[in-house]
């Protein structure tokens, strides 16, 4: 799915969207013609992210909640 489909369903803004990518809590496969391809996990980590952010936690705090997340999060500082 696009990153329009995601950001519709997650409630998130493409630019945080891409935002997350660029830090590694998030990686998108890509399509035949380089366009990012969003699965339905993709959405459902970017809702925690959301729902965590609105409980107050930092965005490396939500990123380190779940393991595959912690691990893109370690990755993306190296």
């Not at 489909?5 to 890509?30: F, H, M, N, Q, W």
């Not at 996990?41 to 925690?48: D, G, T």
């Amino acid at each position: 799915m696009n990153i329009g489909a995601v950001s519709e369903k997650s409630g998130l803004p493409a630019k945080t969207i891409r935002y997350y990518e660029d830090i590694g809590l998030l990686k998108p496969d890509r399509a035949g013609n380089g366009y990012r391809d969003y699965s339905t996990e993709s959405v459902h980590r970017l809702r925690f992210l959301q729902r965590s952010r609105s409980l107050g936690f930092s965005v490396e705090s939500a990123g380190n909640f779940s393991p595959s997340m912690a691990t893109a999060t370690a990755r993306a500082r190296t």
